[in-house]
Protein backbone atom coordinates (compact mmCIF):
# COMPACT_ATOMS: atom_id res chain seq x y z
CA UNK A 1 0.00 0.00 0.00
CA UNK A 2 1.14 3.36 -0.98
CA UNK A 3 0.74 5.98 1.56
CA UNK A 4 1.44 8.75 -1.12
CA UNK A 5 -1.63 8.80 -3.16
CA UNK A 6 -4.16 10.57 -5.20
CA UNK A 7 -7.19 12.00 -3.52
CA UNK A 8 -9.11 14.86 -4.97
CA UNK A 9 -7.31 15.13 -7.68
CA UNK A 10 -3.85 15.54 -5.92
CA UNK A 11 -1.19 14.03 -4.23
CA UNK A 12 -1.87 13.39 -0.60
CA UNK A 13 0.46 11.92 2.24
CA UNK A 14 -1.63 9.88 4.34
CA UNK A 15 -4.53 12.42 4.95
CA UNK A 16 -2.38 15.35 4.33
CA UNK A 17 -2.50 17.57 1.18
CA UNK A 18 1.41 18.37 -0.76
CA UNK A 19 -0.53 21.39 -1.72
CA UNK A 20 -1.83 22.25 1.59
CA UNK A 21 1.90 21.45 2.94
CA UNK A 22 3.66 23.21 0.69
CA UNK A 23 1.25 26.44 1.32
CA UNK A 24 1.82 25.97 5.01
CA UNK A 25 5.74 25.61 4.57
CA UNK A 26 7.13 26.21 1.35
CA UNK A 27 9.58 24.29 -0.94
CA UNK A 28 11.34 22.34 -1.41
CA UNK A 29 10.48 20.55 1.60
CA UNK A 30 11.34 16.71 2.38
CA UNK A 31 7.90 15.17 3.29
CA UNK A 32 8.29 11.58 5.51
CA UNK A 33 4.76 8.94 6.10
CA UNK A 34 5.45 7.60 9.67
CA UNK A 35 2.95 4.45 8.81
CA UNK A 36 5.11 4.18 5.49
CA UNK A 37 8.61 3.72 7.89
CA UNK A 38 6.52 2.00 10.98
CA UNK A 39 5.39 -0.62 8.33
CA UNK A 40 8.50 -1.25 6.44
CA UNK A 41 10.00 -1.75 9.84
CA UNK A 42 8.12 -4.17 10.90
CA UNK A 43 8.20 -6.08 7.71
CA UNK A 44 11.63 -6.07 8.34
CA UNK A 45 10.95 -7.24 12.00
CA UNK A 46 8.96 -9.93 10.87
CA UNK A 47 10.72 -11.20 7.44
CA UNK A 48 14.13 -11.89 10.26
CA UNK A 49 12.12 -13.34 13.20
CA UNK A 50 13.64 -16.53 14.57
CA UNK A 51 16.36 -16.20 12.65
CA UNK A 52 19.52 -16.95 14.59
CA UNK A 53 19.79 -17.68 18.00
CA UNK A 54 18.43 -14.94 21.22
CA UNK A 55 16.41 -12.06 19.47
CA UNK A 56 17.29 -10.64 16.14
CA UNK A 57 18.51 -7.05 16.49
CA UNK A 58 17.36 -4.68 13.33
CA UNK A 59 19.51 -2.01 14.10
CA UNK A 60 18.40 0.62 11.54
CA UNK A 61 21.60 2.44 9.73
CA UNK A 62 20.66 6.06 11.12
CA UNK A 63 22.65 7.74 8.40
CA UNK A 64 19.71 7.34 5.49
CA UNK A 65 18.12 9.50 7.67
CA UNK A 66 18.63 11.06 11.53
CA UNK A 67 16.38 13.10 12.25
CA UNK A 68 15.68 12.95 15.51
CA UNK A 69 11.47 12.49 15.20
CA UNK A 70 12.58 9.55 12.48
CA UNK A 71 14.98 7.81 15.01
CA UNK A 72 12.69 8.61 17.53
CA UNK A 73 9.51 6.81 15.85
CA UNK A 74 11.65 3.62 14.60
CA UNK A 75 13.59 3.56 18.75
CA UNK A 76 9.83 3.07 19.81
CA UNK A 77 9.07 0.15 17.32
CA UNK A 78 11.62 -1.20 18.74
CA UNK A 79 14.55 -0.73 15.93
CA UNK A 80 18.48 -0.55 17.41
CA UNK A 81 20.60 1.97 15.76
CA UNK A 82 23.59 0.93 13.35
CA UNK A 83 25.72 4.20 13.84
CA UNK A 84 28.99 5.72 12.05
CA UNK A 85 29.87 9.04 13.90
CA UNK A 86 29.55 10.41 17.87
CA UNK A 87 27.17 12.38 16.39
CA UNK A 88 24.86 9.66 15.39
CA UNK A 89 25.19 7.81 18.51
CA UNK A 90 24.59 10.78 20.29
CA UNK A 91 21.48 11.17 18.06
CA UNK A 92 20.61 7.59 18.64
CA UNK A 93 20.73 7.84 22.55
CA UNK A 94 18.95 11.00 22.33
CA UNK A 95 15.72 9.49 20.38
CA UNK A 96 15.67 6.53 23.58
CA UNK A 97 17.52 3.94 21.65
CA UNK A 98 19.01 1.37 24.25
CA UNK A 99 22.88 1.52 24.50
CA UNK A 100 22.90 -2.34 24.24
CA UNK A 101 20.84 -1.63 20.55
CA UNK A 102 23.59 0.28 19.42
CA UNK A 103 26.40 -0.70 16.80
CA UNK A 104 29.48 1.60 15.93
CA UNK A 105 30.57 0.88 12.29
CA UNK A 106 32.67 3.27 10.13
CA UNK A 107 36.73 3.18 9.23
CA UNK A 108 37.49 6.18 10.69
CA UNK A 109 36.42 6.14 14.01
CA UNK A 110 38.41 8.36 16.22
CA UNK A 111 39.81 7.61 19.96
CA UNK A 112 37.50 10.30 20.69
CA UNK A 113 34.09 8.75 19.29
CA UNK A 114 35.12 5.20 20.76
CA UNK A 115 35.56 6.67 24.66
CA UNK A 116 32.66 8.35 24.56
CA UNK A 117 30.48 5.71 22.78
CA UNK A 118 32.62 3.43 25.69
CA UNK A 119 31.31 4.67 28.18
CA UNK A 120 28.35 5.77 27.36
CA UNK A 121 27.66 2.18 26.26
CA UNK A 122 26.90 -0.19 23.04
CA UNK A 123 26.53 -3.48 21.86
CA UNK A 124 29.35 -3.64 19.67
CA UNK A 125 32.17 -1.96 17.73
CA UNK A 126 32.39 -3.11 13.97
CA UNK A 127 36.17 -2.61 14.09
CA UNK A 128 37.42 -2.14 10.21
CA UNK A 129 41.53 -2.61 10.54
CA UNK A 130 43.89 -4.29 12.83
CA UNK A 131 44.68 -0.50 13.65
CA UNK A 132 41.21 0.09 14.70
CA UNK A 133 41.62 -2.30 17.35
CA UNK A 134 45.09 -1.37 18.69
CA UNK A 135 43.23 2.31 19.32
CA UNK A 136 40.27 0.53 20.41
CA UNK A 137 42.19 -1.44 23.29
CA UNK A 138 44.17 1.25 24.27
CA UNK A 139 40.66 3.20 24.99
CA UNK A 140 39.12 0.45 26.69
CA UNK A 141 42.25 -0.06 28.88
CA UNK A 142 42.35 3.29 29.67
CA UNK A 143 38.71 3.19 30.98
CA UNK A 144 39.42 0.11 32.50
CA UNK A 145 36.25 -1.42 30.68
CA UNK A 146 36.08 -4.15 28.22
CA UNK A 147 35.22 -3.33 24.59
CA UNK A 148 32.69 -5.85 22.69
CA UNK A 149 34.04 -5.56 19.66
CA UNK A 150 33.88 -7.56 15.75
CA UNK A 151 35.81 -7.38 12.95
CA UNK A 152 34.35 -6.26 9.82
CA UNK A 153 34.78 -8.42 6.67
CA UNK A 154 35.30 -7.35 3.41
CA UNK A 155 34.42 -10.87 1.72
CA UNK A 156 35.59 -9.19 -1.99
CA UNK A 157 32.14 -9.73 -3.63
CA UNK A 158 30.82 -7.68 -6.06
CA UNK A 159 27.77 -6.52 -5.20
CA UNK A 160 26.36 -5.44 -8.74
CA UNK A 161 25.40 -2.09 -7.48
CA UNK A 162 26.65 1.27 -8.43
CA UNK A 163 30.44 1.88 -8.18
CA UNK A 164 30.33 4.33 -5.42
CA UNK A 165 28.25 2.68 -3.23
CA UNK A 166 29.69 -1.04 -3.27
CA UNK A 167 31.73 -1.53 -0.50
CA UNK A 168 32.59 -4.96 -0.27
CA UNK A 169 35.73 -5.65 -2.88
CA UNK A 170 39.08 -6.03 -1.93
CA UNK A 171 39.34 -2.43 -3.77
CA UNK A 172 37.00 -1.21 -0.99
CA UNK A 173 38.34 0.67 2.31
CA UNK A 174 36.05 -1.29 4.38
CA UNK A 175 36.57 -4.02 6.68
CA UNK A 176 39.01 -6.43 6.46
CA UNK A 177 40.29 -9.26 3.87
CA UNK A 178 38.79 -12.41 4.64
CA UNK A 179 42.53 -14.21 4.81
CA UNK A 180 43.83 -12.07 7.39
CA UNK A 181 40.47 -12.73 10.12
CA UNK A 182 42.11 -15.45 11.57
CA UNK A 183 45.35 -14.07 12.61
CA UNK A 184 44.11 -10.73 13.18
CA UNK A 185 41.17 -12.12 15.59
CA UNK A 186 43.45 -14.02 17.39
CA UNK A 187 45.94 -10.75 17.76
CA UNK A 188 42.85 -9.00 19.07
CA UNK A 189 41.73 -11.65 21.65
CA UNK A 190 45.31 -10.81 22.98
CA UNK A 191 45.11 -7.03 23.16
CA UNK A 192 43.61 -5.76 26.75
CA UNK A 193 40.56 -4.19 26.88
CA UNK A 194 38.97 -6.12 24.03
CA UNK A 195 36.27 -8.55 23.99
CA UNK A 196 35.63 -10.15 20.62
CA UNK A 197 32.67 -11.82 20.17
CA UNK A 198 31.29 -10.68 16.33
CA UNK A 199 31.99 -10.57 12.69
CA UNK A 200 30.42 -8.38 10.55
CA UNK A 201 29.89 -7.70 6.83
CA UNK A 202 27.76 -5.14 4.38
CA UNK A 203 28.63 -5.23 1.21
CA UNK A 204 27.05 -2.01 -0.52
CA UNK A 205 23.60 -0.44 -0.55
CA UNK A 206 20.52 -0.96 -3.29
CA UNK A 207 21.32 -4.25 -3.73
CA UNK A 208 18.74 -5.80 -6.02
CA UNK A 209 20.32 -9.54 -5.88
CA UNK A 210 20.10 -11.88 -3.64
CA UNK A 211 22.79 -13.76 -4.53
CA UNK A 212 26.00 -11.50 -3.71
CA UNK A 213 24.61 -11.11 -0.08
CA UNK A 214 24.29 -15.00 0.14
CA UNK A 215 28.10 -15.00 -1.65
CA UNK A 216 28.94 -12.90 1.29
CA UNK A 217 26.88 -14.65 4.24
CA UNK A 218 28.50 -18.10 3.29
CA UNK A 219 31.72 -16.83 3.53
CA UNK A 220 31.44 -15.65 6.77
CA UNK A 221 29.83 -18.56 7.55
CA UNK A 222 32.78 -20.29 6.35
CA UNK A 223 34.51 -17.78 8.63
CA UNK A 224 32.78 -18.18 12.17
CA UNK A 225 33.71 -21.92 11.38
CA UNK A 226 37.36 -21.23 11.24
CA UNK A 227 37.54 -18.66 14.70
CA UNK A 228 35.50 -21.13 16.85
CA UNK A 229 37.99 -23.60 15.86
CA UNK A 230 40.85 -21.22 16.67
CA UNK A 231 38.88 -21.04 19.98
CA UNK A 232 37.39 -17.63 19.70
CA UNK A 233 33.89 -17.40 21.35
CA UNK A 234 31.85 -15.99 18.29
CA UNK A 235 28.19 -14.81 19.47
CA UNK A 236 27.17 -12.47 17.10
CA UNK A 237 27.06 -12.22 13.23
CA UNK A 238 26.16 -8.85 12.05
CA UNK A 239 24.89 -9.01 8.07
CA UNK A 240 24.76 -5.43 7.21
CA UNK A 241 22.15 -3.38 4.94
CA UNK A 242 22.22 -2.94 1.34
CA UNK A 243 18.82 -4.30 0.53
CA UNK A 244 17.73 -1.99 -2.15
CA UNK A 245 13.84 -0.85 -2.30
CA UNK A 246 11.61 -0.41 -5.48
CA UNK A 247 11.95 2.76 -7.65
CA UNK A 248 8.86 2.44 -9.86
CA UNK A 249 8.01 1.23 -13.53
CA UNK A 250 11.49 0.20 -15.10
CA UNK A 251 13.55 0.23 -12.80
CA UNK A 252 15.08 -3.04 -11.28
CA UNK A 253 12.84 -4.60 -8.67
CA UNK A 254 14.90 -5.88 -5.52
CA UNK A 255 13.66 -9.31 -3.85
CA UNK A 256 11.09 -8.93 -0.91
CA UNK A 257 12.46 -8.73 2.55
CA UNK A 258 10.70 -11.79 3.35
CA UNK A 259 12.56 -13.64 -0.03
CA UNK A 260 16.39 -12.30 1.91
CA UNK A 261 14.72 -13.44 5.43
CA UNK A 262 14.72 -16.82 4.02
CA UNK A 263 17.82 -16.99 2.47
CA UNK A 264 18.98 -15.48 5.47
CA UNK A 265 17.48 -18.37 7.63
CA UNK A 266 18.91 -21.31 4.92
CA UNK A 267 22.25 -19.58 5.21
CA UNK A 268 22.73 -18.88 8.94
CA UNK A 269 21.56 -22.36 9.94
CA UNK A 270 23.51 -24.07 12.43
CA UNK A 271 25.91 -20.78 12.87
CA UNK A 272 24.67 -20.57 16.55
CA UNK A 273 24.62 -17.02 16.78
CA UNK A 274 22.37 -14.03 17.39
CA UNK A 275 21.73 -12.25 14.31
CA UNK A 276 21.98 -8.48 13.82
CA UNK A 277 20.91 -6.59 10.19
CA UNK A 278 21.50 -2.84 9.72
CA UNK A 279 18.76 -1.77 6.91
CA UNK A 280 18.53 1.71 6.40
CA UNK A 281 17.01 2.99 2.61
CA UNK A 282 14.69 -0.16 3.34
CA UNK A 283 12.93 1.74 6.27
CA UNK A 284 13.00 5.43 5.00
CA UNK A 285 13.47 5.08 1.32
CA UNK A 286 10.09 4.85 -0.12
CA UNK A 287 8.80 6.95 3.09
CA UNK A 288 9.61 10.34 2.27
CA UNK A 289 9.19 12.31 -0.72
CA UNK A 290 11.21 15.57 -1.89
CA UNK A 291 8.35 18.03 -2.34
CA UNK A 292 9.11 21.17 -4.82
CA UNK A 293 7.90 23.73 -7.25
CA UNK A 294 8.60 24.62 -11.00
CA UNK A 295 9.94 28.00 -10.78
CA UNK A 296 10.28 27.84 -14.61
CA UNK A 297 9.95 26.28 -17.93
CA UNK A 298 12.41 27.48 -20.27
CA UNK A 299 12.55 26.24 -23.62
CA UNK A 300 15.62 23.23 -24.57
CA UNK A 301 16.91 21.91 -27.63
CA UNK A 302 16.02 18.17 -26.58
CA UNK A 303 13.28 19.41 -24.31
CA UNK A 304 12.04 21.80 -22.75
CA UNK A 305 14.08 22.67 -19.11
CA UNK A 306 11.83 22.18 -15.85
CA UNK A 307 13.34 23.98 -13.29
CA UNK A 308 12.33 23.66 -10.30
CA UNK A 309 13.58 24.98 -6.68
CA UNK A 310 15.05 22.00 -5.46
CA UNK A 311 18.51 21.81 -6.34
CA UNK A 312 21.38 19.17 -5.94
CA UNK A 313 22.85 20.91 -2.67
CA UNK A 314 18.58 19.43 -1.38
CA UNK A 315 18.73 15.92 -3.12
CA UNK A 316 22.22 14.88 -4.04
CA UNK A 317 21.94 11.22 -5.13
CA UNK A 318 21.17 11.63 -9.17
CA UNK A 319 23.99 14.03 -9.21
CA UNK A 320 26.33 11.44 -7.40
CA UNK A 321 25.20 8.17 -8.54
CA UNK A 322 23.27 9.12 -11.68
CA UNK A 323 20.41 7.89 -9.52
CA UNK A 324 16.65 7.24 -10.74
CA UNK A 325 13.80 9.40 -8.85
CA UNK A 326 10.67 9.17 -9.88
CA UNK A 327 9.28 12.56 -10.81
CA UNK A 328 5.16 12.86 -10.69
CA UNK A 329 2.83 16.09 -10.58
CA UNK A 330 1.13 17.14 -7.21
CA UNK A 331 -1.75 17.82 -9.52
CA UNK A 332 -1.30 15.52 -12.51
CA UNK A 333 -2.30 16.78 -15.94
CA UNK A 334 -3.61 14.32 -17.65
CA UNK A 335 -1.07 15.06 -20.46
CA UNK A 336 2.08 13.81 -20.85
CA UNK A 337 5.47 15.74 -21.93
CA UNK A 338 9.06 15.13 -22.11
CA UNK A 339 11.67 17.08 -19.60
CA UNK A 340 14.82 17.62 -18.62
CA UNK A 341 14.26 18.36 -15.10
CA UNK A 342 17.31 20.39 -13.20
CA UNK A 343 17.62 22.43 -10.22
CA UNK A 344 18.81 26.33 -10.03
CA UNK A 345 22.40 25.55 -8.59
CA UNK A 346 25.09 26.72 -11.01
CA UNK A 347 26.43 23.38 -11.91
CA UNK A 348 25.46 21.14 -15.08
CA UNK A 349 25.81 18.50 -12.73
CA UNK A 350 22.78 19.90 -11.04
CA UNK A 351 20.68 17.82 -13.44
CA UNK A 352 17.58 15.18 -11.88
CA UNK A 353 16.80 13.70 -15.22
CA UNK A 354 17.21 14.46 -19.09
CA UNK A 355 14.11 13.32 -21.55
CA UNK A 356 12.06 12.22 -19.11
CA UNK A 357 8.18 11.69 -19.77
CA UNK A 358 6.06 12.93 -17.28
CA UNK A 359 3.04 15.05 -16.17
CA UNK A 360 2.68 17.89 -18.46
CA UNK A 361 3.50 20.92 -15.58
CA UNK A 362 3.90 24.43 -15.62
CA UNK A 363 5.35 27.46 -13.49
CA UNK A 364 3.86 27.30 -10.38
CA UNK A 365 3.04 24.02 -10.31
CA UNK A 366 4.49 21.18 -7.51
CA UNK A 367 5.90 18.00 -8.60
CA UNK A 368 7.62 15.23 -6.07
CA UNK A 369 10.81 13.30 -6.17
CA UNK A 370 9.81 10.01 -5.03
CA UNK A 371 11.96 7.39 -2.92
CA UNK A 372 13.47 10.75 -1.75
CA UNK A 373 13.14 9.42 2.63
CA UNK A 374 16.38 7.65 2.68
CA UNK A 375 20.07 9.45 2.16
CA UNK A 376 18.10 12.79 0.75
CA UNK A 377 18.19 15.40 3.87
CA UNK A 378 20.74 14.00 5.45
CA UNK A 379 23.20 13.99 2.12
CA UNK A 380 21.55 18.23 1.86
CA UNK A 381 24.09 20.60 1.62
CA UNK A 382 23.96 24.95 1.35
CA UNK A 383 25.77 25.03 -1.59
CA UNK A 384 25.43 28.46 -3.69
CA UNK A 385 24.26 30.07 -0.56
CA UNK A 386 20.72 27.84 -0.40
CA UNK A 387 18.65 27.41 2.80
CA UNK A 388 18.41 23.15 3.94
CA UNK A 389 15.41 21.65 2.63
CA UNK A 390 12.64 21.56 5.48
CA UNK A 391 11.45 18.17 6.85
CA UNK A 392 7.69 17.53 7.57
CA UNK A 393 6.73 14.06 9.04
CA UNK A 394 3.20 12.76 8.40
CA UNK A 395 1.15 10.44 10.91
CA UNK A 396 -2.39 10.22 9.61
CA UNK A 397 -4.34 13.67 8.82
CA UNK A 398 -1.65 14.89 11.03
CA UNK A 399 1.53 16.76 9.90
CA UNK A 400 4.52 18.36 12.32
CA UNK A 401 7.67 20.56 10.99
CA UNK A 402 10.28 18.25 11.89
CA UNK A 403 13.38 20.31 10.55
CA UNK A 404 13.09 24.03 9.85
CA UNK A 405 14.10 25.81 6.79
CA UNK A 406 17.81 25.97 7.34
CA UNK A 407 18.42 29.70 6.57
CA UNK A 408 21.98 30.45 4.87
CA UNK A 409 22.19 33.11 7.21
CA UNK A 410 22.32 30.92 10.30
CA UNK A 411 24.91 28.74 8.81
CA UNK A 412 26.99 31.98 8.06
CA UNK A 413 26.35 32.99 11.16
CA UNK A 414 29.11 30.39 12.41
CA UNK A 415 31.78 31.67 10.59
CA UNK A 416 34.53 33.49 12.59
CA UNK A 417 37.87 35.44 12.19
CA UNK A 418 39.45 34.72 15.05
CA UNK A 419 43.18 35.43 13.87
CA UNK A 420 45.95 34.36 16.33
C1 LIG B 1 27.98 -0.42 7.59
C2 LIG B 1 26.70 -0.07 6.94
N1 LIG B 1 25.57 -0.61 7.42
C3 LIG B 1 24.37 -0.31 6.88
C4 LIG B 1 24.25 0.55 5.81
C5 LIG B 1 22.88 0.83 5.29
O1 LIG B 1 22.74 0.49 3.99
P1 LIG B 1 21.32 0.52 3.30
O2 LIG B 1 20.75 1.87 3.51
O3 LIG B 1 21.61 0.24 1.89
O4 LIG B 1 20.50 -0.53 3.94
C6 LIG B 1 25.40 1.13 5.27
C7 LIG B 1 25.33 1.97 4.05
O5 LIG B 1 25.52 1.44 2.97
C8 LIG B 1 26.66 0.82 5.85
O6 LIG B 1 27.77 1.38 5.37
N1 LIG C 1 24.29 7.45 0.01
C1 LIG C 1 24.06 6.31 -0.84
C2 LIG C 1 24.08 5.02 -0.10
C3 LIG C 1 25.36 4.76 0.60
C4 LIG C 1 25.07 4.29 1.95
C5 LIG C 1 26.21 4.43 2.88
N2 LIG C 1 27.12 3.31 2.88
C6 LIG C 1 22.80 6.48 -1.64
O1 LIG C 1 22.17 7.46 -1.59
O2 LIG C 1 22.41 5.61 -2.35
Known amino acids: MDHFHLQDGALHCEGVSLEALADAVGTPTY ?18 AGAGTGEPLVAYAVKANPNAHVLARLG ?61 SAVADAQGREAPMG ?27 AADALGFTREAAGLPGLAVHGV ?18 CRLGELISALRADGRDIRIADLGGGLGVPHG ?56 WLIVDAGMNDLMRPALYDAYHRIEAVRP ?12 VCETGDTFTMDREMDRVEAGDLIVFRTAGAYGATLSNGYNSRPLAAEVLVDGDRWALIRRRVDPDALAGVETADWR
Open 31 to 48: VYSAATMERHAEVMQAAV
Open 151 to 177: FRINPDVSAGTHAKITTGTADNKFGIA
Open 249 to 304: PGQPEPPSPEAYGEMVRRVTTGWNTRLLFEPGRLIVGNAGVLLTRVVRVKPGVRAP
Open 200 to 217: TVHIGSQLTNLAPLEQAF
Open 76 to 136: KIGLGADVVSIGEYRRARAAGIAPDRIVFSGVGKTAEEMAEALAGGLLQFNVESMEEAHTL
Open 333 to 344: SGVQQIVNVVGP
